[in-house]
């Protein structure tokens, strides 16, 4: 991305992080307050729109029955793709977009589903109706709107923040079919007949940016310019690392990197946190609606 | 290309072992499905200059998976590119259509497009870019044999090849996967163990330099199991690193001779 | 008849009469990013559009000595509609809509006073309940309107139709595929000029003249929206600045 940035305001940028200040006043390991909302998007099985800053993103999540891969028959299957609108920045027309939304996509992708398919924090078992012919299958739509930043991040916060409000409706299997004949099902008309979906699994994303010799977290467009490289660690409820995907640049010494994953750790904790209760507070806000 | 083994395109069927039991593909004694043991890389091949026509080039070979590299450049940057200070990397990653079990599509798939941005990012570290301004150099891979490991043997082999171009680098990158099976650690794994793998771990380093310029995780990994993996795949990477040093040598020594 | 569009009381699907618009939304400054954005609702349908320029001509040799270089891009959310589906950017459905935003934004915008710059409007459909097109074009002048570029005179467009023997306005997705004429105009309304106008399938010349007399109307009274919008966001403005006090 393209940042306009003179030299004396870089000196200042740079200058400022070496010594633990940033521009708008946050610590090095500081989260800009961000706000979530809920089903936002009707037409989706679950929605979120996620504003942290400047950065803005809609995610929805649709589910769709389909058949089971062959290979993997008791189990659904998840697609995510993240489209970067033009409205986010000029760069992003026509094909402009394609290979930050492919690195967004697959790298989200990876720390929620592994790179086969098989990843701890969505179960994909749970998709399944009927094992080998007819299960659920998710599709994760991320939309940038709006680019302020640490895009990665704010995404892993809007596809939990819209899984968690996904309802898949009840399905009625209403012949026991025979191994080889099609089953006959019903989806459940009642718009309150459906089940959640456990989100406690899935991981939040800590990128860590590199400025000289420091790192930050959550950074701006502007901190971004300046980066020498970046990691993104993708932790769980567990304190487990889920996925750690490093966002070019230059290289970095192991052992800088084993102290960004336990930094990664530690601000994953209050995040995490902040999520689960700004998840909550968006689904009373959509309660005290209706 | 100096044949000077015979080759091995044996025709086993790798692709048969699907989705099964780690226990399958490794015996309690710690051995796995090809004789290895848990940490034991697969034997390599390395070569440079294996297509004439490129500035430089390179062919790897770990087990079944092979895979060739060349690069073209520096060349003038196009015209529609604005002014840069430094020089391009213009990465582009292929699966020949016979790569795997099942023929390829024609056209750019998005896995080649991941690939191609993973390797450029692997490689933009260690490039001394600076050294060519407003040109452009071109690494185009090509996989021949998709068995497992792709994008790490794809890495170290275009380090190779730009080495063999006469690219300017801070350090050769070495490249190494590693995959995890219940609580195993299995190094280089194949295709069929990928497969199954419930994490994955991929490391790219310049050795002599100890930094790592590129890293992929998936999967849930706790503390214990994250350092071991780390540790195990840094040390592969410095033992690939002087393979590829003495394959660097033996061929310089040729032109030699 | 597959479809009653109309009720015997005279009513539509959703409930309204048939010269009555959708319910409307707007809202200004969406994008902080951009120099000027907005958002419009009409009904279940919403788009956003943003506005970077006038800025440097991005490709040389496009740059006009005499006037403002417009481009224009539309595109499609993939959940904006019903059934999921994945759509490529620049298909020809969003090439063709893309012209017709840009060449009837172009009308009002004063190229003439911007010479040897680029205003880029990107417009994105995050629901699609018919009318994209109308919704998007009064996206488009709002946001340019926040961005501050000078217009003769706000572009605002609606869709009317004709189903049922009844001239319809606003026409939802389900109207739309009704089968019947529809008709797109966008209209200057202080100068009262046409600067679109579509329509497919056929109709009489006297019911076309009764169709875009609604249609027409329909313009003027979104266009009467959308001035008290900018008039309500500029007061906000000058609020916050502390310009005038309420």
Known sequence: ?290 | MAASRVSSYSLESQRVSLARGSSALISPEGVREDGRSPHECRPAFLQTGAVNAAAGSAYAEFGQTKVIVSVFGPRESKKAQAYSDIGRLNCNVSFATFAGSVRGKAGQSTEEKEYSQMLYKGLEGAVALHTFPKTTVDVFALILQSGGGDLPVVLSCASLALADAGIVMYDLVSAISLSRLDTNLLLDATLGEEINQDGSLMLACMASRNEVTQLLLTGEWSQANLSEGLKLCLDACTKLAGLMRSTLKESTSNIED | ?246
């Open chain 3, 1 to 246: 008849m597959a479809l009653e569009f109309i009720s015997p009381e005279g009513l539509r699907l959703d409930g309204r009469r048939p010269a009555e618009i959708r319910q409307l939304r707007a809202n200004l400054g969406v994008i902080d990013k951009a120099d000027g954005s907005a958002t419009f609702e009409m009904g279940n349908t919403k788009v956003i559009a943003a506005v970077y320029g006038p800025h440097e001509v991005q490709n040389r040799s496009q740059q006009l000595l005499d006037q403002a270089l417009v481009k224009c891009e539309y595109s499609m959310a993939n959940f904006s509609t019903g059934d999921r589906r994945r759509k490529q950017k620049g298909d020809r459905r969003s090439v063709e809509i893309s012209l017709v935003i840009r060449q009837s934004m172009e009308a009002a915008i004063m190229t003439h006073l911007l010479p040897r710059t680029q205003i880029d409007i990107f417009v994105h459909v995050l629901q699609a309940d018919g009318g994209t097109r109308s919704a998007c074009i009064n996206a488009a002048s709002l946001a340019l309107a926040d961005a501050g570029i000078p217009m003769r005179d706000i572009v605002a467009s609606c869709a009317s139709g004709y189903l049922n023997n009844t001239p319809l306005l606003d026409l939802n997705y389900l109207e739309d595929s009704g089968g019947g004429p529809d008709v797109t105009i966008a209209l200057l309304p202080k100068l009262d000029k046409i600067t679109l106008l579509q329509m497919d399938a056929k109709l009489p010349l006297e019911m076309f003249e009764k169709v875009f007399e609604l249609g027409n109307k329909g313009c003027v009274a979104i266009a009467n929206y959308m001035r008290n919008v900018l008039l309500e966001n500029t007061k906000d403005l000058a609020f916050a600045r502390g310009v005038v006090k309420v």
């Open chain 1, 1 to 290: 991305m393209v940042v306009g940035l003179s030299a004396a305001e870089r000196r200042y940028l740079t200058d400022g992080i070496a010594q633990g200040l940033r521009n708008d006043g946050r610590g090095l390991y500081d989260f800009r307050a961000f706000s979530v909302e809920l089903a936002i998007i009707p037409q989706a099985n679950g929605s979120a729109r996620v504003r942290l800053g400047a950065t803005d993103v809609i995610t929805s999540v649709k589910a769709e029955l389909g058949r089971p891969q062959a290979s993997r028959p008791s189990q659904g299957r998840v697609e995510i793709n993240i489209e970067c609108s033009s409205t986010a920045a000029p760069q992003f027309e026509g094909r402009g977009g394609e290979d930050l939304s492919l690195e967004l996509s697959r790298a989200l992708y990876r720390s929620l589903l592994c790179n086969n398919g098989t990843g701890p924090a969505i179960d994909l078992s749970a998709l399944t109706v009927i094992e080998g012919k007819l299960c659920w299958n998710l599709f994760i739509d991320g939309l940038v709107l709006s680019s302020d930043g640490n895009l990665l991040d704010v995404l892993a916060i809007a596809v939990k923040a819209a899984l968690s409000n996904t309802g898949i409706p009840k399905v009625e299997v209403t012949s026991a079919a025979a191994a080889e004949q099609e089953a006959d099902f019903e989806i459940s008309d009642n718009p309150d007949d459906f089940s959640g979906f456990d989100v406690s699994h899935v991981p939040v994303i800590i990128t860590l940016t590199k400025v000289g010799r420091t790192y930050i977290v959550d950074a701006t467009e502007e901190e971004e310019s300046q980066m020498s490289s970046a990691i993104s660690i993708a932790v769980n409820s567990a304190g487990h690392v889920c996925g750690i995907t490093k966002r070019g640049g230059a290289g970095l010494d192991p052992s800088v990197l084993l102290d960004m994953i336990s930094v990664a750790k530690e601000v994953s904790k209050s995040l995490l946190s902040t999520v689960d209760a700004e998840i909550m507070a968006a689904e009373s806000r959509g309660d005290d609606q209706m």
